[in-house]
């Protein structure tokens, strides 16, 4: 079964950059897609966007003009940077790991997630 | 943006009881609809994906129909490890979308 550790700043500054890493372990990085999902205080889950092991990405246009997801195959880590943030960035934010077929798109694992505040 | 909305928000419910969460997509969807529990300070869990599929580990008393725009998901005899938030979620189109969840708490 795969694992997934989200790693980065607990505390990230008004129009600074917000960068978080998840690492993969117990799986093969190349075997799926691999996404970041957030969920601010006491509301709902957000999906942000996604990579292959490629690198093809996918975005949600909400926040496409400030986010980049990249893999690094190598050191089995998958990045996520979210410019200009505000306090509307302060979530958890979560790595998963998506099973694409053919009928069914799904998330099978996640990590335990990571706090982000936005704060000066 | 496809819109999924959940009903009811939330729920009181005992043990042993069945419960039904529905699902609403906004436009057709087909079977790209899953369902996840959350419990309090943790990550969510896939428990049901292709609308109707149980994710490996899941009690069978989760069960999961629907196509198209509509769909539920049932709990048949609630235990107490069942008390959670669920969310319905939607892969046919980007951005991929959530519903605001329904929280199953204890009557």
């Known amino acids: 079964q795969v694992q997934l550790q989200e790693s980065g700043p607990g505390l990230v500054k008004p129009s600074e950059t917000l960068s978080l890493t998840c690492t993969v372990s117990g799986d093969s990085i190349s075997a799926n897609y691999w996404s970041w999902i957030r969920q601010p205080p006491g509301k709902g889950l957000e999906w942000i966007g996604f990579t292959s092991y490629s690198g093809t990405t996918n975005y949600n246009p909400s926040l496409q003009s400030r986010v980049t997801i990249t893999i690094d195959t190598s050191k089995n880590q998958v990045s996520l940077k979210i410019n200009s943030v505000t306090a509307a960035d302060t979530a958890i934010y979560f790595c998963?790991?998506?099973?694409?077929?053919?009928?069914?798109?799904?998330?099978?694992?996640w990590g335990l997630g990571t706090r982000v505040t936005v704060s000066s | 943006d496809i819109q999924m909305t959940q009903s009811p928000s939330s729920l009181s419910a005992s043990v042993g009881d069945s419960v039904t969460i529905t699902c609403r997509a906004s436009?057709?969807?087909?079977?790209?609809l899953n369902w996840l529990q959350q419990k309090p300070g943790k990550a969510p869990n896939l428990l049901i994906y292709?609308?109707?599929t149980l994710h490996n580990g899941v009690p069978s008393r989760f069960s999961g129909s629907g196509s198209g725009t509509d769909f539920t998901l049932t709990i048949s005899g609630l235990q107490p490890a069942d008390f959670a938030t669920y969310y319905c979620?939607?892969?046919?189109?980007?951005?991929?979308?959530f519903g605001q969840g329904t929280q199953v708490d204890m009557k």
């Open positions: 292709g609308a109707s």
């Open positions: 979620q939607q892969t046919y189109n980007i951005p991929w979308t």
């Open positions: 998963a790991s998506a099973k694409w077929e053919l009928t069914r798109r799904f998330f099978d694992s």
């Open positions: 436009q057709g969807i087909s079977g790209f």
